[in-house]
């Protein structure tokens, strides 16, 4: 990919992140689905085997996203939801039942320092639960997510190339 393309393409991840990221801060009933969509901005750079565009997009949002006042939202960002796709990429020569075993247990720590760190990311509800089933419920929606994600980044080269050429 040509250097032009990958800023271009850093530029614009970034914003899509960042209004994912507002609104998971200022829409907090959908906050999840906000910040999963943020992972999947990072998808395009690390198909097109830009990491460092990848990683400008990732830090750009994060330092984008301490505007909006909310350090515990942006810290969900940093910690979880931006390296996740990190973490996938890093993994995906792994054996799968490998692959997954780090993933859930990254996601499950991830949980964890949420839940006694960062309480106010989760709501009222969530907090209400014990740790453990917290941490079973989100794996099955983890499993859920991860199996999408793997299938979007799958297809991303070839839609990308297709895309990039016209």
Sequence with gaps: MKRSYAIALAGVMTALSVIFLMLAVYFPTGNLACYALTSICLIPALSMRSRWSALLT?????????????????LAYVLCFGLYPF????????????????????????????????????????????????????????????????????????????????
């Design 87 to 166: 973490v996938v990429k890093l993994t995906e020569k792994w054996p799968p039942l490998l692959s997954f075993a780090v993933k859930l247990i990254y996601f499950n720590g991830m949980i964890v320092l949420c839940y006694y760190a960062a309480a106010e990311l989760l709501t009222e509800a969530l907090l209400a639960l014990p740790l453990w089933a917290l941490c079973l419920a989100g794996s099955a929606v983890f499993a859920v997510f991860d199996f999408l994600f793997l299938r979007i980044m799958q297809k991303a080269p070839a839609f990308l190339e297709r895309f990039l050429k016209k």
């Design 58 to 74: 990732y830090a750009a949002t994060a330092l984008l996203g301490l505007f909006t006042g909310q350090i515990a939202a942006v």
